[in-house]
Protein backbone atom coordinates (compact mmCIF):
# COMPACT_ATOMS: atom_id res chain seq x y z
CA UNK A 1 0.00 0.00 0.00
CA UNK A 2 1.08 3.39 -1.00
CA UNK A 3 1.29 5.90 2.23
CA UNK A 4 1.58 9.52 1.50
CA UNK A 5 2.28 12.36 4.56
CA UNK A 6 0.87 15.56 5.17
CA UNK A 7 2.21 17.94 6.96
CA UNK A 8 0.89 21.52 8.61
CA UNK A 9 3.45 23.75 10.18
CA UNK A 10 2.92 26.52 12.73
CA UNK A 11 5.63 29.03 12.93
CA UNK A 12 6.70 31.51 15.83
CA UNK A 13 8.58 34.40 14.41
CA UNK A 14 9.91 37.24 16.63
CA UNK A 15 9.71 41.10 15.31
CA UNK A 16 12.28 42.73 15.83
CA UNK A 17 10.61 46.42 17.43
CA UNK A 18 12.88 48.31 19.46
CA UNK A 19 10.29 47.79 22.33
CA UNK A 20 8.08 45.00 23.15
CA UNK A 21 4.25 44.43 22.24
CA UNK A 22 2.26 45.92 25.39
CA UNK A 23 4.86 48.27 27.29
CA UNK A 24 7.75 50.10 26.48
CA UNK A 25 10.85 48.14 27.93
CA UNK A 26 14.00 46.88 25.17
CA UNK A 27 13.65 43.71 23.14
CA UNK A 28 17.32 43.80 22.57
CA UNK A 29 18.89 40.20 23.25
CA UNK A 30 21.35 38.87 25.63
CA UNK A 31 21.37 42.00 28.01
CA UNK A 32 21.75 41.03 31.29
CA UNK A 33 18.64 39.02 32.79
CA UNK A 34 16.12 41.12 34.08
CA UNK A 35 17.68 44.29 32.77
CA UNK A 36 14.40 45.29 30.69
CA UNK A 37 11.43 44.34 32.62
CA UNK A 38 8.64 46.81 34.36
CA UNK A 39 5.63 46.28 35.69
CA UNK A 40 3.50 45.78 32.45
CA UNK A 41 5.81 42.51 31.59
CA UNK A 42 5.95 41.13 34.41
CA UNK A 43 2.24 40.92 35.30
CA UNK A 44 1.96 43.13 38.39
CA UNK A 45 -1.81 44.07 39.31
CA UNK A 46 -3.27 46.73 38.35
CA UNK A 47 -1.27 47.70 35.43
CA UNK A 48 -2.83 47.96 31.60
CA UNK A 49 -1.25 46.98 28.51
CA UNK A 50 -0.91 49.05 25.17
CA UNK A 51 -0.46 48.14 22.05
CA UNK A 52 2.66 48.94 20.02
CA UNK A 53 1.19 50.28 17.02
CA UNK A 54 4.59 49.38 14.80
CA UNK A 55 4.06 45.23 15.92
CA UNK A 56 0.76 45.76 13.96
CA UNK A 57 2.52 47.67 11.34
CA UNK A 58 4.71 44.08 11.34
CA UNK A 59 2.13 41.93 11.35
CA UNK A 60 0.56 43.40 8.37
CA UNK A 61 3.50 43.62 6.43
CA UNK A 62 3.62 40.07 6.65
CA UNK A 63 -0.01 39.28 5.81
CA UNK A 64 0.06 41.26 3.00
CA UNK A 65 3.81 39.79 1.88
CA UNK A 66 2.02 36.27 2.10
CA UNK A 67 -1.13 37.92 0.12
CA UNK A 68 -3.56 37.44 3.00
CA UNK A 69 -6.93 39.40 3.78
CA UNK A 70 -6.17 41.84 6.44
CA UNK A 71 -9.07 42.15 8.84
CA UNK A 72 -10.73 45.27 9.72
CA UNK A 73 -11.43 43.96 13.58
CA UNK A 74 -9.22 41.39 15.09
CA UNK A 75 -8.85 40.61 18.72
CA UNK A 76 -6.53 39.90 21.84
CA UNK A 77 -7.21 37.29 23.77
CA UNK A 78 -6.40 35.40 26.65
CA UNK A 79 -4.25 31.77 26.55
CA UNK A 80 -4.73 30.86 30.48
CA UNK A 81 -2.00 28.25 31.68
CA UNK A 82 0.01 28.12 34.21
CA UNK A 83 3.85 28.45 34.20
CA UNK A 84 7.04 30.00 36.11
CA UNK A 85 7.64 31.90 32.84
CA UNK A 86 4.48 33.39 32.37
CA UNK A 87 3.91 36.06 35.24
CA UNK A 88 0.73 37.18 34.46
CA UNK A 89 -1.13 33.49 34.42
CA UNK A 90 -2.20 33.73 30.95
CA UNK A 91 -0.59 34.54 27.39
CA UNK A 92 -1.94 37.52 25.20
CA UNK A 93 -2.75 36.36 21.75
CA UNK A 94 -5.09 36.60 18.86
CA UNK A 95 -7.42 34.12 18.95
CA UNK A 96 -10.77 33.58 17.36
CA UNK A 97 -10.13 36.96 14.90
CA UNK A 98 -6.76 37.20 13.72
CA UNK A 99 -5.28 40.10 11.97
CA UNK A 100 -4.75 37.89 9.27
CA UNK A 101 -6.31 34.76 7.09
CA UNK A 102 -6.43 33.18 3.85
CA UNK A 103 -3.10 33.51 2.19
CA UNK A 104 -0.13 31.43 0.50
CA UNK A 105 3.35 31.38 0.27
CA UNK A 106 5.03 29.86 -3.07
CA UNK A 107 7.89 27.49 -2.67
CA UNK A 108 10.28 25.60 -5.11
CA UNK A 109 10.81 21.98 -4.96
CA UNK A 110 12.93 20.23 -7.80
CA UNK A 111 11.89 23.37 -10.30
CA UNK A 112 8.82 23.29 -9.41
CA UNK A 113 6.49 25.71 -8.40
CA UNK A 114 4.28 25.03 -5.61
CA UNK A 115 1.86 27.02 -3.52
CA UNK A 116 1.38 26.55 0.64
CA UNK A 117 -1.93 27.74 1.69
CA UNK A 118 -1.73 30.29 5.11
CA UNK A 119 -4.44 29.36 7.71
CA UNK A 120 -3.65 32.47 9.29
CA UNK A 121 -1.12 35.22 11.17
CA UNK A 122 -1.52 36.53 14.42
CA UNK A 123 0.10 38.64 16.56
CA UNK A 124 0.84 37.85 20.49
CA UNK A 125 3.45 37.83 23.24
CA UNK A 126 6.54 35.59 24.04
CA UNK A 127 7.31 34.65 27.72
CA UNK A 128 9.99 34.43 29.55
CA UNK A 129 12.86 32.31 30.09
CA UNK A 130 13.49 29.51 32.33
CA UNK A 131 17.25 28.65 33.12
CA UNK A 132 18.92 25.89 34.55
CA UNK A 133 22.03 26.41 35.90
CA UNK A 134 22.38 22.69 37.89
CA UNK A 135 21.81 21.88 41.37
CA UNK A 136 22.90 23.96 45.00
CA UNK A 137 24.25 20.78 47.82
CA UNK A 138 21.81 18.54 45.82
CA UNK A 139 18.74 20.36 45.29
CA UNK A 140 18.51 21.25 41.55
CA UNK A 141 16.87 24.76 40.76
CA UNK A 142 15.68 27.08 37.87
CA UNK A 143 16.27 30.71 37.64
CA UNK A 144 13.60 32.91 35.33
CA UNK A 145 14.50 35.74 33.34
CA UNK A 146 11.48 37.72 32.05
CA UNK A 147 13.70 40.17 29.43
CA UNK A 148 12.00 38.09 26.90
CA UNK A 149 8.59 38.27 28.45
CA UNK A 150 6.48 40.46 25.72
CA UNK A 151 8.71 40.37 22.69
CA UNK A 152 6.36 40.62 19.90
CA UNK A 153 5.71 37.56 17.77
CA UNK A 154 3.65 36.62 15.00
CA UNK A 155 2.40 32.82 14.17
CA UNK A 156 1.98 31.80 10.89
CA UNK A 157 0.10 28.66 10.75
CA UNK A 158 0.23 26.55 7.12
CA UNK A 159 -2.79 25.12 5.90
CA UNK A 160 -1.74 20.87 5.53
CA UNK A 161 -0.87 21.38 2.34
CA UNK A 162 2.80 19.81 2.25
CA UNK A 163 3.51 16.23 1.44
CA UNK A 164 7.22 16.06 2.51
CA UNK A 165 9.66 17.11 4.38
CA UNK A 166 11.69 18.82 2.33
CA UNK A 167 8.87 20.68 1.27
CA UNK A 168 8.56 21.39 4.64
CA UNK A 169 12.12 22.77 4.75
CA UNK A 170 11.49 24.99 1.70
CA UNK A 171 8.54 26.48 2.92
CA UNK A 172 10.07 27.04 6.40
CA UNK A 173 13.19 28.68 4.27
CA UNK A 174 10.86 30.52 1.77
CA UNK A 175 8.77 32.42 5.14
CA UNK A 176 12.45 33.34 6.38
CA UNK A 177 13.49 34.94 3.47
CA UNK A 178 10.56 36.82 3.55
CA UNK A 179 10.81 38.27 6.86
CA UNK A 180 13.99 39.07 6.38
CA UNK A 181 13.31 40.86 3.34
CA UNK A 182 10.52 42.81 4.95
CA UNK A 183 13.19 43.68 7.52
CA UNK A 184 10.58 42.63 10.74
CA UNK A 185 12.66 39.47 11.71
CA UNK A 186 15.51 38.01 11.72
CA UNK A 187 14.57 34.93 11.29
CA UNK A 188 17.01 32.91 13.06
CA UNK A 189 16.33 29.26 14.29
CA UNK A 190 19.49 28.62 15.98
CA UNK A 191 18.51 31.76 18.24
CA UNK A 192 15.08 31.46 18.73
CA UNK A 193 13.78 33.94 16.91
CA UNK A 194 12.43 31.47 14.53
CA UNK A 195 10.46 28.71 15.80
CA UNK A 196 8.52 25.79 14.29
CA UNK A 197 6.18 22.93 15.35
CA UNK A 198 5.50 20.30 12.91
CA UNK A 199 2.10 18.69 12.33
CA UNK A 200 2.42 15.32 10.33
CA UNK A 201 0.30 12.58 9.72
CA UNK A 202 -0.18 9.79 7.00
CA UNK A 203 -2.83 8.41 4.60
CA UNK A 204 -3.34 6.29 1.69
CA UNK A 205 -2.41 7.93 -1.84
CA UNK A 206 -6.06 9.05 -2.87
CA UNK A 207 -7.16 9.32 -0.08
CA UNK A 208 -8.70 12.99 0.79
CA UNK A 209 -9.93 12.56 4.45
CA UNK A 210 -6.82 13.34 7.08
CA UNK A 211 -5.09 10.98 9.04
CA UNK A 212 -4.28 11.54 12.82
CA UNK A 213 -1.67 13.90 12.97
CA UNK A 214 1.24 13.89 15.94
CA UNK A 215 2.50 17.41 16.72
CA UNK A 216 6.43 17.45 17.05
CA UNK A 217 8.19 20.31 18.40
CA UNK A 218 11.68 20.77 19.66
CA UNK A 219 13.58 21.01 16.63
CA UNK A 220 16.05 24.47 16.30
CA UNK A 221 17.39 24.07 12.73
CA UNK A 222 15.63 23.66 9.41
CA UNK A 223 17.70 20.19 8.82
CA UNK A 224 16.23 19.56 12.25
CA UNK A 225 12.67 19.58 11.03
CA UNK A 226 13.36 17.91 8.01
CA UNK A 227 14.98 14.87 10.24
CA UNK A 228 12.31 15.10 12.92
CA UNK A 229 9.66 14.51 9.63
CA UNK A 230 11.51 11.94 8.29
CA UNK A 231 11.66 10.08 11.14
CA UNK A 232 8.19 10.58 12.24
CA UNK A 233 6.47 9.54 8.81
CA UNK A 234 8.29 6.21 8.92
CA UNK A 235 7.41 5.29 12.66
CA UNK A 236 3.63 6.27 11.26
CA UNK A 237 3.73 4.20 8.37
CA UNK A 238 4.94 0.76 10.63
CA UNK A 239 2.43 1.05 13.17
CA UNK A 240 -0.31 1.48 10.29
CA UNK A 241 1.52 -1.26 8.54
CA UNK A 242 1.23 -3.43 11.50
CA UNK A 243 -1.97 -2.70 12.31
CA UNK A 244 -2.01 -0.23 14.97
CA UNK A 245 -3.48 3.20 14.55
CA UNK A 246 -1.38 6.46 15.04
CA UNK A 247 -2.53 7.99 18.29
CA UNK A 248 -2.91 11.70 18.23
CA UNK A 249 -0.10 13.55 20.28
CA UNK A 250 2.70 15.51 21.25
CA UNK A 251 6.27 14.42 20.73
CA UNK A 252 9.41 15.87 21.25
CA UNK A 253 12.83 15.80 18.76
CA UNK A 254 15.82 14.25 20.41
CA UNK A 255 18.57 15.36 17.71
CA UNK A 256 21.53 13.29 19.15
CA UNK A 257 19.34 10.34 19.39
CA UNK A 258 16.94 11.12 15.91
CA UNK A 259 13.92 9.42 16.86
CA UNK A 260 10.98 11.75 18.59
CA UNK A 261 9.43 10.70 21.76
CA UNK A 262 5.74 11.64 23.25
CA UNK A 263 5.57 14.73 25.37
CA UNK A 264 1.81 14.19 25.42
CA UNK A 265 -1.08 12.71 24.79
CA UNK A 266 -4.37 14.03 23.79
CA UNK A 267 -6.29 13.48 26.67
CA UNK A 268 -3.15 15.76 28.75
CA UNK A 269 -3.40 18.70 26.07
CA UNK A 270 -4.10 21.78 27.63
CA UNK A 271 -7.48 23.89 27.67
CA UNK A 272 -6.53 27.70 27.54
CA UNK A 273 -9.74 28.57 28.09
CA UNK A 274 -9.04 31.32 25.62
CA UNK A 275 -11.85 34.32 26.12
CA UNK A 276 -11.41 38.53 25.27
CA UNK A 277 -8.97 40.40 26.78
CA UNK A 278 -10.88 42.95 28.62
CA UNK A 279 -7.97 45.23 29.15
CA UNK A 280 -7.26 45.47 25.58
CA UNK A 281 -9.98 47.16 22.96
CA UNK A 282 -10.85 45.32 19.46
CA UNK A 283 -8.13 46.29 16.89
CA UNK A 284 -9.28 48.06 14.02
CA UNK A 285 -7.38 48.57 10.53
CA UNK A 286 -8.55 51.29 8.68
CA UNK A 287 -8.46 50.42 4.97
CA UNK A 288 -6.15 53.20 4.23
CA UNK A 289 -3.28 51.97 6.62
CA UNK A 290 -3.44 48.75 4.94
CA UNK A 291 -2.73 50.57 1.24
CA UNK A 292 0.11 52.76 3.21
CA UNK A 293 1.35 49.38 4.29
CA UNK A 294 0.86 47.72 0.80
CA UNK A 295 3.25 50.74 -0.76
CA UNK A 296 5.88 50.38 1.74
CA UNK A 297 6.53 46.76 0.77
CA UNK A 298 9.95 45.79 -1.12
CA UNK A 299 10.52 43.79 -4.17
CA UNK A 300 9.65 40.50 -2.42
CA UNK A 301 11.68 37.06 -2.64
CA UNK A 302 9.60 35.55 -5.51
CA UNK A 303 9.05 38.85 -8.00
CA UNK A 304 12.86 39.54 -7.53
CA UNK A 305 13.38 35.61 -8.67
CA UNK A 306 10.90 35.77 -11.43
CA UNK A 307 12.41 39.19 -12.44
CA UNK A 308 16.28 37.76 -12.31
CA UNK A 309 14.62 35.06 -14.50
CA UNK A 310 13.23 37.15 -17.24
CA UNK A 311 15.83 40.25 -17.23
CA UNK A 312 19.19 38.37 -16.95
CA UNK A 313 17.63 34.99 -18.62
CA UNK A 314 19.42 32.67 -15.87
CA UNK A 315 18.02 29.49 -14.56
CA UNK A 316 15.08 29.67 -11.84
CA UNK A 317 17.00 27.57 -10.30
CA UNK A 318 19.81 30.09 -10.23
CA UNK A 319 17.54 32.65 -8.95
CA UNK A 320 16.24 31.05 -6.42
CA UNK A 321 19.52 30.66 -4.88
CA UNK A 322 20.83 34.13 -5.49
CA UNK A 323 17.59 35.95 -4.40
CA UNK A 324 17.22 33.79 -0.95
CA UNK A 325 19.47 36.80 0.94
CA UNK A 326 18.17 40.47 -0.53
CA UNK A 327 21.98 41.41 -0.35
CA UNK A 328 23.11 38.25 -2.25
CA UNK A 329 20.75 39.21 -4.78
CA UNK A 330 22.42 42.97 -5.00
CA UNK A 331 25.64 41.66 -5.40
CA UNK A 332 24.93 39.86 -7.80
CA UNK A 333 22.55 42.45 -10.20
CA UNK A 334 26.03 45.21 -9.40
CA UNK A 335 28.09 42.40 -10.53
CA UNK A 336 26.29 41.77 -14.02
CA UNK A 337 26.63 45.73 -14.17
CA UNK A 338 29.95 45.55 -14.57
CA UNK A 339 30.86 42.47 -16.29
CA UNK A 340 27.14 42.04 -18.78
CA UNK A 341 27.83 38.53 -18.07
CA UNK A 342 24.58 37.09 -16.21
CA UNK A 343 25.31 33.73 -16.21
CA UNK A 344 29.12 33.39 -15.55
CA UNK A 345 27.93 35.78 -12.49
CA UNK A 346 25.79 33.92 -11.52
CA UNK A 347 27.78 30.91 -11.47
CA UNK A 348 30.25 32.57 -9.27
CA UNK A 349 28.36 34.41 -7.21
CA UNK A 350 26.20 30.63 -6.23
CA UNK A 351 29.78 28.74 -6.07
CA UNK A 352 32.36 30.46 -5.02
CA UNK A 353 31.00 33.66 -3.45
CA UNK A 354 28.48 31.15 -1.34
CA UNK A 355 31.20 28.96 -0.24
CA UNK A 356 33.15 31.81 0.61
CA UNK A 357 30.39 33.00 2.90
CA UNK A 358 29.32 30.06 4.23
CA UNK A 359 33.13 28.70 5.40
CA UNK A 360 33.77 31.87 6.85
CA UNK A 361 30.31 32.58 8.26
CA UNK A 362 29.81 35.87 7.56
CA UNK A 363 27.40 38.23 5.53
CA UNK A 364 28.29 39.18 2.17
CA UNK A 365 27.83 42.92 3.75
CA UNK A 366 31.02 42.17 5.59
CA UNK A 367 32.73 39.72 1.94
CA UNK A 368 36.23 41.42 0.93
CA UNK A 369 35.51 40.89 -2.67
CA UNK A 370 33.26 44.01 -3.87
CA UNK A 371 30.59 42.89 -6.63
CA UNK A 372 32.51 45.49 -8.68
CA UNK A 373 35.38 43.51 -8.54
CA UNK A 374 34.53 40.46 -8.79
CA UNK A 375 32.94 42.10 -11.79
CA UNK A 376 35.53 43.13 -13.14
CA UNK A 377 37.44 39.71 -12.52
CA UNK A 378 34.77 37.99 -15.24
CA UNK A 379 34.98 40.89 -17.44
CA UNK A 380 38.22 39.60 -17.79
CA UNK A 381 37.64 36.35 -18.56
CA UNK A 382 35.47 36.87 -21.31
CA UNK A 383 38.14 39.35 -22.91
CA UNK A 384 40.90 36.37 -22.87
CA UNK A 385 42.89 38.18 -20.48
CA UNK A 386 42.80 35.50 -17.84
CA UNK A 387 42.06 31.46 -18.12
CA UNK A 388 39.07 30.72 -15.89
CA UNK A 389 41.47 28.60 -14.31
CA UNK A 390 44.03 31.18 -13.44
CA UNK A 391 40.43 33.38 -12.48
CA UNK A 392 40.24 30.70 -9.07
CA UNK A 393 43.73 31.65 -8.43
CA UNK A 394 42.73 35.55 -8.71
CA UNK A 395 39.59 35.09 -6.74
CA UNK A 396 41.40 33.41 -3.81
CA UNK A 397 43.67 36.35 -3.80
CA UNK A 398 41.01 39.16 -4.17
CA UNK A 399 39.40 36.98 -0.81
CA UNK A 400 42.33 37.04 1.06
CA UNK A 401 43.85 40.80 0.39
CA UNK A 402 40.39 42.48 -1.18
CA UNK A 403 42.68 44.01 -3.68
CA UNK A 404 41.27 44.71 -7.68
CA UNK A 405 41.71 41.66 -10.03
CA UNK A 406 43.42 44.59 -12.40
CA UNK A 407 46.68 44.66 -9.33
CA UNK A 408 46.44 41.18 -8.53
CA UNK A 409 47.12 40.00 -12.02
CA UNK A 410 49.31 42.81 -12.71
CA UNK A 411 51.43 42.02 -9.51
CA UNK A 412 51.49 38.27 -9.84
CA UNK A 413 51.96 38.47 -13.66
CA UNK A 414 48.71 35.90 -14.59
CA UNK A 415 47.78 37.48 -18.01
CA UNK A 416 47.19 34.50 -19.52
CA UNK A 417 49.50 33.82 -22.76
CA UNK A 418 47.76 33.97 -25.98
CA UNK A 419 50.66 34.33 -28.31
CA UNK A 420 50.80 31.60 -30.98
CA UNK A 421 53.97 31.45 -31.02
CA UNK A 422 54.82 31.25 -27.90
CA UNK A 423 52.62 28.46 -27.01
CA UNK A 424 54.15 26.21 -29.82
CA UNK A 425 57.74 26.73 -28.79
CA UNK A 426 56.85 25.57 -25.11
CA UNK A 427 54.59 22.79 -27.10
CA UNK A 428 57.87 21.43 -28.91
CA UNK A 429 59.88 21.90 -25.80
CA UNK A 430 57.22 19.61 -24.23
CA UNK A 431 57.20 17.12 -26.76
CA UNK A 432 60.68 16.39 -27.12
CA UNK A 433 61.01 16.32 -23.38
CA UNK A 434 58.99 13.26 -23.36
CA UNK A 435 59.47 11.09 -27.03
CA UNK A 436 57.96 7.66 -25.15
CA UNK A 437 54.48 9.61 -24.39
CA UNK A 438 54.33 10.87 -27.90
CA UNK A 439 55.04 7.69 -29.40
CA UNK A 440 52.23 6.08 -27.21
CA UNK A 441 50.05 8.22 -28.48
CA UNK A 442 50.58 8.41 -32.60
CA UNK A 443 50.50 4.28 -31.46
CA UNK A 444 46.44 5.32 -30.43
CA UNK A 445 46.74 5.64 -27.04
CA UNK A 446 45.22 9.34 -27.32
CA UNK A 447 43.93 9.64 -23.71
CA UNK A 448 47.75 11.23 -23.12
CA UNK A 449 46.33 14.37 -24.64
CA UNK A 450 45.55 15.39 -20.96
CA UNK A 451 49.20 14.61 -20.15
CA UNK A 452 50.55 16.87 -22.77
CA UNK A 453 48.46 19.52 -21.33
CA UNK A 454 49.42 19.52 -18.04
CA UNK A 455 53.18 19.38 -19.30
CA UNK A 456 52.37 23.04 -20.98
CA UNK A 457 50.51 24.27 -18.30
CA UNK A 458 52.93 23.61 -15.68
CA UNK A 459 55.67 25.21 -17.52
CA UNK A 460 53.62 27.68 -18.41
CA UNK A 461 52.22 28.22 -14.65
CA UNK A 462 48.59 27.36 -15.96
CA UNK A 463 48.84 31.20 -18.26
CA UNK A 464 48.24 29.83 -21.41
CA UNK A 465 45.06 29.60 -23.49
CA UNK A 466 43.97 26.06 -23.06
CA UNK A 467 41.53 25.98 -26.07
CA UNK A 468 45.55 26.99 -28.03
CA UNK A 469 47.28 24.71 -26.38
CA UNK A 470 44.29 22.03 -27.03
CA UNK A 471 44.46 22.90 -30.35
CA UNK A 472 47.96 23.13 -31.57
CA UNK A 473 49.19 20.12 -29.56
CA UNK A 474 46.61 17.86 -31.27
CA UNK A 475 47.64 19.17 -34.76
CA UNK A 476 51.30 18.68 -34.05
CA UNK A 477 50.95 15.27 -32.47
CA UNK A 478 48.32 13.96 -35.39
CA UNK A 479 50.52 15.26 -37.81
P1 LIG B 1 -3.66 23.27 17.10
O1 LIG B 1 -3.73 24.74 17.28
O2 LIG B 1 -4.41 22.48 18.09
O3 LIG B 1 -2.28 22.76 16.97
P2 LIG B 1 -4.67 23.64 14.38
O4 LIG B 1 -5.98 23.20 13.82
O5 LIG B 1 -4.43 25.08 14.53
O6 LIG B 1 -4.44 22.88 15.74
O7 LIG B 1 -3.58 23.01 13.41
C1 LIG B 1 -2.26 23.25 13.57
C2 LIG B 1 -1.50 22.82 12.34
O8 LIG B 1 -1.68 21.44 12.08
C3 LIG B 1 -1.86 23.53 11.06
O9 LIG B 1 -0.67 23.93 10.43
C4 LIG B 1 -2.57 22.48 10.24
O10 LIG B 1 -2.33 22.65 8.86
C5 LIG B 1 -1.93 21.20 10.72
N1 LIG B 1 -2.78 20.03 10.64
C6 LIG B 1 -4.04 19.91 11.08
N2 LIG B 1 -4.48 18.66 10.87
C7 LIG B 1 -3.48 17.95 10.28
C8 LIG B 1 -3.32 16.61 9.83
N3 LIG B 1 -4.28 15.71 9.96
N4 LIG B 1 -2.15 16.26 9.30
C9 LIG B 1 -1.15 17.14 9.17
N5 LIG B 1 -1.24 18.42 9.58
C10 LIG B 1 -2.40 18.83 10.13
MG1 LIG C 1 -0.50 23.29 17.46
ZN1 LIG D 1 7.95 45.94 30.25
Same mark, same amino acid.
Given at each position: ????????????? @???????????????? $??????????????????????? %??????????????????? *??? @??????????? =???????????? &????????????????????????????????????????????????????????????? /????????????????????? *?????? /? $?????????????????? *??????????????????????????? +???????????????? #?????????????????????????????? &????????????????????????????? %????????? =?? /??????????????????? %?????????????????????? +????????????????????????????? $???????????????????????????? #??????????????????? &???????????????????????????????????????????? *?
Amino acid at each position: MEYESVIGLEVHA @QLNTATKIFCSCSTEF $GAPPNTHICPICTGQPGVLPVLN %RKVVEYAIKMGLATHCTIA *RVS @QFARKNYFYPD =LPKGYQISQYEL &PLAEHGYVEILVNGEKKRIGLTRIHMEEDAGKLVHPGSITDTPYSLVDYNRSGVPLIEIVS /DPDMRSPKEAGAYLRTLRTIL *RYLEIS /D $GNMEEGSFRCDANVSIRH *RGETKLGTRTELKNMNSFRNVERALEY +EIERQTAALENGETVV #QETRLWDAAAGVTRIMRGKEEADDYRYFPD &PDLLPLVVEASWVEEVRKSLPELPSEKRD %RLVTQYGIP =LY /DAEVITAEKAVADYFEECV %RVCNSPKLASNWVMVEVLRELK +EQAIEISKFPVTATHLGEMILMIEKGTIS $GKIAKTVFAEMVSTGDSPEKIVRDKNLV #QVTDQGVIEAVIDEVLTEN &PEQVERYRGGKTKLLGFFVGQVMKKTRGKANPQMVNTILKEKLD *R
